[in-house]
């Protein structure tokens, strides 16, 4: 007896140890993000504003090309793959792509700023496109998705971006390690979950399409 109840009083400790773990980093992370909000809403505003010039405003022909090659490119990888296997090429590409963003972001957020000025204006290329063949209807395809997978994208690049802000701080080796640090937590606890969520419907929806 004396033996089954210390077995369940470590058992009762290691559920708490993991508990207390889990609500610590959510909430260090929850708290990073609320700090981090200048440069989320900064980040939002340009996704915004490329975003929208790159629905509204034509592009030249050569540019027009070179987004063409992308999306001919993207079309080709994905082509013929399962449901599952787009759900994990989405959620490894937009994966890799907001570490890349958190990481990169130490040249003076340079690399997030020019990524997300980029990825902007093709979505709202695309849109155009879109809206073009299809109408307006179409674009209700990118909003299930895109409810997870943009404020994702957006906090990857803010972070990447106050990363390279570190060289402006009083301390600027201590503020690098705390934003790093908590850059790669936020990551973990908070995009990831957000991709894959987005990833699953997002390869549905294709799939269902297809």
Not at 53 to 75: C, H, N, R, T
Not at 156 to 161: K, N, Q, V
């Amino acid at each position: 007896m004396k033996k089954k109840k210390e077995m369940k009083k470590r058992g009762n400790k290691n559920i708490n140890k993991k508990d207390n773990f889990c609500k610590r980093n959510y909430r260090e992370v929850w708290n990073y993000i609320k700090e981090s909000r200048n440069y989320i809403w900064f980040t939002l505003i340009v996704f915004v504003l490329f975003g929208l010039i790159g629905f509204f405003i034509p592009a030249s022909e050569s540019l027009k090309q070179v987004i063409m090659d992308i999306l001919k490119k993207l079309i080709e990888k994905t082509q013929g793959l399962e449901t599952l296997e787009m759900v994990g090429y989405i959620f490894f590409n937009n994966a890799f792509v907001g570490l890349l963003s958190i990481v990169l972001g130490v040249v003076i957020g340079i690399l997030p700023i020019m990524w997300i000025v980029e990825n902007a204006y093709i979505v709202g290329f695309v849109a155009r496109l879109s809206v073009n063949e299809l109408g307006y209807f179409s674009l209700w395809k990118i909003l299930p998705h895109g409810i997870f997978e943009l404020p994702s994208i957006i906090i990857s690049f803010a972070l990447g971006i106050k990363l390279g802000m570190f060289v402006f701080a009083k301390n600027p080796s201590k503020e690098f390690k705390k934003r790093f640090v908590l850059g790669l937590k936020t990551f973990v606890f908070v995009i990831l979950p957000l991709l894959v969520i987005a990833a699953i419907i997002e390869g549905l929806l294709i799939g269902f399409v297809g």
